[in-house]
T-cell receptor, first 112, second 115 residues
Framework: DAKTTQPPSMDCAEGRAANLPCNHS???????VYWYRQIHSQGPQYIIH???NNETNEMASLIITEDRKSSTLILPHATLRDTAVYYC?????????????FGTGTRLTIIP | NAGVTQTPKFQVLKTGQSMTLQCAQD?????MSWYRQDPGMGLRLIHY???????DQGEVPNGYNVSRSTTEDFPLRLLSAAPSQTSVYFC??????????????FGPGTRLTVT
């Protein structure tokens, strides 16, 4: 699996957009980018995933660069409940590719 | 749907004791897995299963056993607890059918302390 690099921590003001970067310079053509978050000590929660096109859902947007070597997760209007550790994961799908490697993620703190 | 449920929420064991952490899901997911999370670290895969009767090892399987006799249940057994197994244990499930997806659903976790 391709390795990902994320900043260990970030702050964002409440109501502003939170932009979380992820570097995955060794990503392969069949590998997707997934984002999960873990609020306090709860189980991780899936946010979004993408292959090469930008994606948007009700939680966030995912912007993947054209060369696919990096991506940005955008929380458009951050709230205090978005304070969490955010994990960027790169993984090929399909049988035999079951391991999901979480790394240490980015601790995002939303400031009132 | 209850989603993924885990019991117990908290457990304290003495070194050498054995116990089973329970995990159940009601989403008819084929794939289930167990992770452990140590303080300040990411999740590490212990064991996983792609269907009833099929299990395989993850990256940290030593000291743990699993079995999958039904689609719904995936218990994790600690054979002889050691202090190094003090951790938070998460169970997860996902479907393996449909479009390529890796959306896993996680349980609330079991906090285990081994003294």
């Amino acid at each position: 699996d391709a390795k990902t690099t994320q900043p260990p921590s970030m702050d964002c003001a409440e109501g502003r957009a939170a932009n979380l970067p992820c570097n995955h310079s060794t990503i392969s053509g069949n590998e997707y980018v997934y984002w999960y978050r873990q609020i306090h000590s709860q189980g991780p929660q899936y946010i979004i995933h993408g292959l090469k096109n930008n994606e948007t859902n009700e939680m966030a947007s995912l912007i993947i660069t054209e060369d696919r070597k990096s991506s940005t997760l955008i929380l458009p209007h951050a709230t205090l409940r978005d304070t969490a550790v955010y994990y960027c994961i790169v993984r090929a799908t399909g049988f035999g590719n079951e391991k999901l490697t979480f790394g240490t993620g980015t601790r995002l703190t939303i400031i009132p | 749907n209850a989603g993924v449920t885990q019991t117990p929420k908290f457990q304290v064991l003495k070194t050498g004791q054995s116990m089973t952490l329970q995990c159940a899901q009601d989403m008819n997911h084929e794939y289930m897995s167990w992770y452990r999370q140590d303080p300040g670290m990411g999740l590490r895969l212990i064991h996983y299963s792609v269907g009833a009767g099929i299990t395989d090892q993850g990256e940290v399987p030593n000291g743990y056993n699993v079995s999958r006799s039904t689609t719904e249940d995936f218990p994790l057994r600690l054979l002889s607890a050691a202090p190094s197994q003090t951790s938070v244990y998460f169970c997860a499930s996902r479907t393996t059918s449909g479009l390529p997806s890796y959306e896993q659903y996680f349980g609330p976790g079991t906090r285990l302390t081994v003294t």
